[in-house]
């Protein structure tokens, strides 16, 4: 009797593996997947994972009850809150205190939502400056500080509904997933939106088509900002009528928005050009202004002409300046914070057993290097990341201790960077 077993088969007739999980992409035999009507097949392992999340409560969209005493116990005051700026960001006092303030009132008023008959309104914050200067840093740092489910996203990439892009909903989106799907954690959160000016209103738009990611935007943010529940599409992209929908409330999500406002300057210059600051007061030039001082005049009527709609404006109640980075400051930031960028390259010249200093002439070129290009602080990462090219790629290979000290003539060019015997101390200003 001959061999019934099926072409391609092995010794023993069965089958061989030809089919592979749809989450895990691992092969199998086909009898040891699970298949879906749509084709789509789960092997065991993967189903176990799933209960395993399950029986942890990680569901979509799932809710706990608020734990208000755990909040209490992680909400900082505000000189506390501006201490712990003080580790990462350089300069800026005025503007953390004002933040500081503002986010410890926000948790307050989720503590305790009516005091005495007076019912407390969410303060959202605007951040205003140049780019470079520590709006994102501020940010990043409070979610750090407080413990809360943070979402970072970018006004450029939104647009009105209908249109090709993002819905605001996705803003959301990123807040849910930050807090693991946990509601109540999501609605406690805050969420940051870079370059809000670049959704500001066309001004004398020839063009027969609608300014779908300027004005249409800002009206699609005006409820998300003051509290309301929102539909967001779990997988993100847009909505349809067959999707189902994460619905979160807005009311105590925090929103921090963030935008250079270039040339807004201009504005305030021919508004207060026209009179006088302070009565009796003497006529300024305004041209000897810097632009951090004009920054402080900025008056909801500036960013109006600027192409914010009212309604957008009066949802941010708190407006602050973030000031351009001086030369101090920007040596400062190359040596004092928490995360300094000269300690960094240090500790990967120590992940190589070697030494790296900075003369404190050599911290001061950079930074007039980095003044040049006018990019603010994102500028010093590119000139210390081109300076040390060259050192940090050989210095793998050379298999010994060796030690570096950065002259300002080797960032102007003018000299090779070479290994010392030792760096002096007293020649070094080290970045500790």
């Known amino acids: ?9 092995n010794k023993k007739g069965i089958p061989p593996i030809q089919e592979k999980c749809s989450f895990c992409g691992q092969a199998y035999h086909p009898s040891i997947l699970i298949q879906g009507l749509s084709g789509t ?3 065991s392992g993967c189903v176990s994972l799933c209960a395993q999340m399950n029986g942890k409560g990680a569901k979509l969209g799932q809710r706990k009850p608020f734990q208000k005493d755990e909040l209490i116990k992680k909400l900082l005051s505000p000189a506390e809150i501006k201490l712990k ?14 933040v500081s303030v503002a986010v410890n009132h926000h948790y307050k008023r989720i503590i305790t939502p009516i005091h005495k008959d007076v019912e407390l309104e969410k303060s959202n914050i605007l951040l205003i400056g140049p780019t470079g200067c520590g709006k994102t840093l501020i940010a990043q740092t409070l979610a750090k500080i407080l413990d809360v489910p943070f979402a970072i996203g970018d006004a450029t990439t ?7 892009g993002e819905d605001v909903e996705n803003l959301l989106l990123r807040l849910i997933r930050a807090a693991d799907f946990d509601l109540t954690r999501a609605e406690h959160g805050f969420i940051y939106i870079d370059e809000i000016d ?10 027969i088509t609608r300014d779908v990611s300027g004005e249409g935007v800002q009206q699609g943010l005006l409820k998300m900002l003051e509290g309301t529940l929102s539909n967001v599409p779990p997988q993100g992209g847009r909505k349809h009528p067959e999707q189902e929908y994460i619905q979160i409330n807005t009311r105590h999500i ?8 270039d040339g807004i300057e201009n504005s305030v210059s021919r508004r207060i050009g026209r009179k006088q600051i302070g009565f009796d007061a003497e006529s300024k030039n305004l041209d000897e202004l810097g632009l951090g001082e004009l920054l402080e ?26 000031k ?109």
């Open 198 to 207: 670049k959704i500001a209103r066309t001004h004398n738009n020839p063009s």
């Open 41 to 43: 097949t789960i092997c």
């Open 158 to 164: 939104l647009t009105e509904a209908g249109y090709v």
């Open 1 to 9: 009797m001959k061999n019934s077993k099926k072409p391609g088969s």
């Open 324 to 432: 351009p980075l001086d030369l101090k400051a920007m040596i400062k930031v190359l040596t004092e914070p928490r995360n300094a960028l000269i300690r960094q390259y240090q500790t990967f010249f120590q992940m190589e057993d070697s030494r790296l200093e900075f003369t404190s002439e050599a911290l001061e070129e950079i930074s007039k290097k980095a003044l040049v290009k006018k990019t603010g602080a994102r500028a010093l990462r590119a000139i210390i990341e081109e300076l040390l090219l060259d050192t940090m790629f050989e210095l793998p290979a050379l298999k010994k201790p060796v030690n570096y000290v950065i002259t300002p003539e080797m960032v102007k060019g003018t000299e090779p960077i070479q290994p010392v015997k030792e760096p002096s101390a007293a020649a070094c200003k080290r970045a500790s």
């Open 297 to 322: 005049h900025i008056e909801p009527e500036d960013l109006m002409e600027y192409g914010m709609i009212p309604e957008f404006i009066g949802r941010f109640q708190v407006n602050c300046i973030v």
């Open 254 to 261: 925090l929103f921090i928005a963030g935008g250079t406002f």
């Open 85 to 98: 700026l003080d580790e990462y960001v350089v300069g800026q006092d005025r503007t953390k205190k004002v």
